[in-house]
């Protein structure tokens, strides 16, 4: 309760000053513990969890998969899905799994409007499948499967509909409603829901076989569907229009080095964030991990290189976004042998790289810690604790300061991680890393520029170093830096 009257105390002098974030300004109903004031925008509960996913699977798979399309026309017949075996969903999600990924979303309807699970909304369905194994409804296998495993389900659904004969008219809109309801109904908790953009266009529509343009904005009233969402599945993050998360503005699994989780309606002309953005939006990267989103007869011979897939990870996750990164099933309902060998071969780059956290329960020494009546409530130290709920932080006004660390003895150092404690909103504008030489700091050259951190930045150096102590040096920030992790590989 204290919280909320605090926060609700900080927000309104936000607001009264132009929204300009001046904290010596603000007041403060925190008192001894010195609880330093959010920087707003901040992000929602369900916008937490959402960062803390940090990487997950996409699927692909329904008629596309059996026709070598990437996009079918919406005239498929129902028994073009046509599985060689049994779905192998524990295999997907074991697989998927082993990589580190925390959820899987898949494509429940892509745009040819074939439904994967027994929906009542449309025939167009495989309730209606009469093939050996595609009698399926795949949502209810994975999301199972998905919870005895321990990994959160997501669904995507295409708002755009090729097949259904009432799309582009009033009557697709309810019916579309209705199939975000029974997902939302039938299959568990979602923890994300994804919202392509690609609307509209030439497609069968019922035998029509014509062209439907709409205007996304309003077709959809979407207003009302993402209320009914969020009755039914209050955690339910929704991906696009705005709402919780959105897309990174690429398919290719890059955000901006400097990436801000604050949006201010793409004003900087890309989807990574404003400094000064009005609203918490953070982006989302989605990748494939070879050449098309569904599984192809060329796919397996074109996969991304385990390398590649690193790379993915470490512009993304590494750059304050989430990854969803595809592995998509073949015709025999599994994910094919050199997709899991690829998947394998990431898992062994991404244990080497960060298998071991060097700085893990080391000591920490800050050049200045923020004072509170709780006994290390803002210590260095809370950056090694491995507890992103802690955090070092410094007094207002301070917007500069160094946090060293001592490893202990001397190691190879390549990697550096780093996180804020983004519930009081993102700061840091620019950091610099340093490594000790046995007599001197020496500053790092790293890969890449070291501007924002936000939920977590990994900055590679440019060559390995052999150092027993690093330091971590917040040189610019929009108020007091709060910096919860930072981790040494
Ligand atoms: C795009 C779609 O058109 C692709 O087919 C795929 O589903 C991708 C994730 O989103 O916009």
Redesign the pocket.
């Known amino acids: 309760m204290k919280r909320r009257v605090f926060l609700a105390c900080a927000a309104f002098m936000i607001f009264a000053m132009g929204g300009k974030a001046q904290s010596s300004q603000l007041c403060d109903v925190s008192s001894s513990e010195n609880i330093p004031q959010p920087v707003f925008p901040v992000p929602s509960e369900v916008q937490i969890a959402w960062h803390n996913m940090e990487f997950y699977a ?1 699927i ?1 798979y329904g008629i596309n998969t059996y026709t070598n399309k ?2 079918g026309y919406g005239d498929e017949s129902i028994n073009t899905f046509n599985p060689t075996a049994e779905l192998d969903v524990e295999q997907w999600v074991t697989e998927i799994k082993n990589i580190g990924c925390k959820g899987i979303i898949i ?1 429940c309807k ?2 040819d409007g074939f439904c994967t699970w027994f929906t009542e909304t449309t025939e167009h369905s495989t309730k209606n499948n009469t093939t050996t194994y595609g009698h399926v409804d795949i949502p209810a296998l994975l999301s199972a499967e998905c919870r005895r495993q321990g990994l959160k389900f997501g669904a ?1 659904i ?1 708002p755009w509909d090729r097949n259904h004969a009432e799309y582009g008219r009033a009557g697709y809109v309810q019916t579309f409603r209705n199939q975000i309801r029974e997902l939302c109904t039938n299959y568990g908790d979602i923890f994300e829901m ?1 919202f ?3 609307n509209g266009g030439d497609g069968y529509y019922g035998g029509a076989r014509e062209t439907r343009s709409i205007d996304a904005n309003t077709y959809y009233d979407f207003n009302t569907t993402f209320k009914m969402i969020k009755e039914l599945q209050p955690d339910c993050a929704i991906w696009g229009w705005q709402q919780d998360c959105q897309w990174v503005g690429n ?1 290719e699994g890059w955000a901006g080095e400097t990436s801000w989780s604050i949006y201010n309606n793409g004003a900087n002309g890309n989807e990574y964030g404003d400094e000064d953005g009005w609203r918490w939006l953070p982006s989302e990267c ?1 990748a ?1 991990n070879g050449p098309g ?2 599984a192809s007869t060329t796919s397996d011979s074109n996969l991304k290189t385990a390398q590649q897939l690193f790379n993915i990870y470490m512009t993304s996750v590494g750059r304050n976004s989430n990854l969803i990164l ?1 592995f998509p099933p073949g015709r025999d309902g599994r994910l094919s042998d050199a997709t899991v060998t690829r998947m394998r071969e990431f898992k062994t780059l991404l244990d080497r790289a960060f298998g071991t956290d060097l700085a893990s329960g080391k000591s920490a020494t800050a050049s200045a810690e923020r004072s509170s009546s709780v006994s290390g409530k803002f210590a260095a130290s809370n950056v090694t604790d491995g507890n992103d709920d802690t955090y070092w932080a410094l007094e207002d006004g301070q917007t500069s300061g160094t946090v060293d660390i001592d490893l202990g003895s001397t190691q190879t150092v390549n990697y550096i991680r780093l996180g804020e404690y983004i519930r009081l909103g993102q700061r840091v504008k620019s950091f610099e890393i340093y490594t000790w030489s046995g007599s001197a700091w020496q500053k790092a050259s790293t890969t890449e520029e070291t501007t924002t951190i936000g939920h977590k930045r990994i900055i590679k150096l440019s060559s390995p170093v052999s150092t027993s102590k690093v330091r971590v040096s917040i040189t610019d920030s929009k108020v007091c830096p709060l910096i919860s992790r930072i981790s040494v590989y």
């Open positions: 996409f692909h990437e996009w494509t892509h745009h995507y295409s994804w392509d953009g690609a398919e989605d494939k989103w569904f595809n």
